[in-house]
Nanobody, 120 residues
């Protein structure tokens, strides 16, 4: 089964930065896209940023400029660099890969999530 393992979450003060990591158990080039989502308490999971295999990127409204997604194909790892964090960025952040692989349904592969907490 495909595994996506996140790391890098934690507690940060408002205005600070964090860089998360997501390492896949298979080549990230085999996914049509890799991305990050987040879910705050009582809210739906929402897209943060995504990076397509062809190189294009997509960001949620209001996050472009603060968040930057990048990928290292040699390390099978995707990173979101998150700057100028605010308390409203507090959420569980999930890595996502788009692909039809064992453990992914229907074509969404998910990591276990990592908590990001921004204090005011």
């Amino acid at each position: 089964q495909v595994q996506l393992v996140e790391s890098g979450g934690g507690l940060v003060q408002a205005g600070g930065s964090l860089r998360l990591s997501c390492t896949a158990s298979r080549s990230i080039a085999s996914f049509t896209a890799m991305g990050w989502y987040r879910q705050a308490p009582g809210k739906q999971r929402e897209l943060v940023a995504a990076s397509a295999r062809g190189g294009s990127t997509n960001y949620a409204d209001g996050l472009k400029g603060r968040f930057t997604i990048s990928r290292d194909n040699a390390k099978n790892t995707v990173y979101p660099q998150m700057n100028s964090l605010q308390p409203e960025d507090t959420a569980v952040y999930y890595c996502n890969g788009k692909g039809s692989f064992p453990g992914c349904y229907p074509d969404d592969c998910w990591g276990q999530g990592t908590q990001v907490t921004v204090s005011s």
